[in-house]
């Protein structure tokens, strides 16, 4: 049975999961539907970007630990995306990245999920114009979903969100939900949060 999560929330994964090794994490969101004049032009889809930010001892290391639409594996192969969603249209998840946690390579201890808006300032875009906003995290190996939390702050203004983590401790896989709103302009911005200084 899923768990729904709420922000700041921690649950076990292969505590709950005995066997666990790979997970989908998805990740999904809709336009709020905004009225506009008869003459106004159509605004442009919102294309929003997941990433998956590979950390040791809480630091990102290297670029090549980065996996978005621009590099979709990582190097260990341990960490998949799935490809870029440009609209966000459609139910379910609108992108989705596999982790292989069985076989990530001990060095990395944590795996912060993240969200941006593509070209943001220069379409004048912010989360306040997104709704319906989660990730969830399901048993790839029978489709099960574990843990799901909805983001129902107000991020108006806000251009990326820290969506969540995915850590290990006492060698076992927890998620943390996090749900931060941020001013980042771009995937990074958010990264330079994380780098080794």
Not at 40 to 47: E, G, N, Q, S
Request: hydrophobic letters at 35%; charged letters at 20%.
């Amino acid at each position: 049975m899923s768990i729904s999560l709420q922000k700041g929330q921690k649950v076990s994964l292969t505590k709950e999961s005995a066997g666990l090794s790979r997970v989908v994490i998805g990740l999904g969101w809709d336009e709020v539907q905004q009225k506009r004049g008869f003459f106004a032009p159509k605004p442009l889809p919102i294309d929003c970007d997941a990433s998956a930010l590979l950390l040791q001892g809480g630091r990102l290391v290297r670029k090549e630990d980065i996996v978005y639409f621009g590099n979709l594996q990582h190097m260990s192969g341990t960490v998949q995306h799935m490809g870029d969603n440009l609209t966000g249209a459609g139910d379910g998840d609108d992108e989705q990245i596999i982790v292989d946690l069985a076989r990530v390579p001990q060095e990395y201890d944590k795996i912060v999920l993240v969200v941006n808006i593509y070209d943001c300032v220069k379409r004048r875009q912010h989360f306040g114009m997104i709704q319906n906003a989660f990730i969830r995290l399901v048993d790839a190996s029978n489709n099960t979903e574990m843990c799901k939390y909805n983001l129902t702050e107000n991020y108006s203004g806000m251009t990326a969100v820290i969506f969540g983590e995915v850590y290990r401790h006492n060698g076992e896989w927890k998620f943390n939900a996090i749900g931060q709103g941020t001013n980042d302009p771009g995937l990074g911005q958010l990264a330079n949060r994380y780098i080794a200084r």
